[in-house]
């Protein structure tokens, strides 16, 4: 596909480029306000647990923006464990990459690991249910 950035996907959230379908949060406040707001709704949001030394994650940011693209019904959020130890804490997370898959503000699967077709299988898996 062509490689150029005037290219502006269709999105809700501000035209980042690329980046616009994954939402980043910087700040606990920022992330309870969101996580709150998500339990009203019926809409998948998948959780990618990463940080910025990790190769893996690295690894992963693309095809996690593919999925963003691919099911625009989901929500991808991205959380780094550096900048948000305790949100990491309070889901278990130990190892990054992790997903962690959320309805309603309820954890309803996990993948542990730069897994992309599993990622993928669940994804498609509970956006359904």
Known sequence: MGGNMSHILDSDESSHGHESRI???????Q????????????????IDFTATW????????PILRDYADKFTDVEFVKLDVDELPDVA????VQ???????????????????????????????????
């Open 54 to 61: 990790c190769g893996p994650c690295r690894a992963m940011e």
């Open 31 to 46: 992330w309870n306000t969101h996580f709150a707001a998500s339990k009203d709704s019926d809409k998948l949001m998948v």
């Open 89 to 92: 804490r309070e889901f278990g």
């Open 95 to 129: 190892a990054m990459p992790s997903f962690v898959f959320m309805k309603k503000g309820v954890v309803v699967d996990k993948i542990v690991g730069a897994r992309k077709d599993e990622l993928q299988k669940k994804i498609e898996k509970h956006r359904r249910s």
């Open 23 to 29: 939402v980043s949060f910087h700040s606990k406040g």
